[in-house]
């Protein structure tokens, strides 16, 4: 099985992984395609092997809510299939991905026999956790230009290394995407973004994102975190 299932796979004994892998099925989504929706009653884990997918959940106006993006490596699934209640977002693919399909009911069973698993199941429920943490905070305490140097910054992150040694993002979210994620419109990421482009701390090329000074942005995202944080205290 490819390394998007990786984590789970590794954490488990040999002669379970064997058996485990021969129970994942391999599915293929197209660009736009819901391989989730929210509320739905399904109840599988998938491990993206190639591709990319936008969490997404939508207002009773139609708005659209990203929660975050998910890539290859990733796991998503998971909460469904420890509850057994209806999922809690819809899934869209961003781009045409490949994706690794465990049934709850293999799932659970690897995760039961194995105290290894169990610990992955339990770090990438916190570290989910955390994430969310951090997304909150920005969403309640900062104002649009921090909230879109904290999600570029996650990006770049995530992004791979160029042959140049610069931190390239390939299939890169869209300005609507970015707003959608940060909470706000499109006009004021698109403004941000030039901004952003002129100092050279981003480079922009279609879908492809670069980010030729990531200490720059690192900088901007600690002064802004850093000031609200050393706010005294109200008396």
């Known amino acids: 099985m490819e390394q998007g299932s990786n984590g789970f796979l590794a954490s488990l004994p040999p002669e379970l992984r064997k058996q485990v892998q021969g129970q994942m099925r391999i599915l293929r989504a197209k660009r736009g395609q819901s391989l989730l929706g929210r509320g739905a009653g399904s109840t599988d884990v998938y ?22 993006a998910l890539t290859e490596g990733d796991t998503f699934g998971e909460l469904a299939a420890v509850d057994g209640l209806p999922r ?27 105290p290894d698993t169990a610990l992955w199941l339990a770090r990438l429920l916190t570290a989910k956790v955390r994430d969310m943490n951090e997304r909150l905070f920005e969403l309640s305490a900062l104002n649009v230009q921090a909230r879109l ?30 707003a959608n994620r940060i909470g706000t419109h499109r006009e004021a990421v698109t403004r941000e973004m030039g901004a952003l482009a002129e100092r050279g701390i981003i480079e922009v090329d279609r879908r ?25 205290p109200v008396r």
């Open 88 to 114: 809690s977002a819809t899934v869209v693919a961003q781009r045409d991905a490949r994706v690794a399909a465990l049934r709850r009911e293999e799932f659970l069973a690897a995760v039961r026999a194995s």
């Open 208 to 232: 492809r994102l670069t980010f030729p000074d990531l200490s720059r942005l690192e900088l901007l995202v600690g002064q802004a975190v850093g000031d609200l944080l050393e706010l005294p």
């Open 149 to 178: 140097h904290c999600e570029l910054l996650r990006i770049a992150k995530a992004a791979k290394l160029s042959p140049d040694g610069r931190r390239e993002a390939a299939g890169a979210p869209t300005h609507l995407e970015l």
């Open 47 to 68: 491990f993206v092997l190639e591709g990319s997918f936008n969490v997404i959940v939508y207002s009773a106006s139609g708005r659209e809510v990203s929660l975050r």
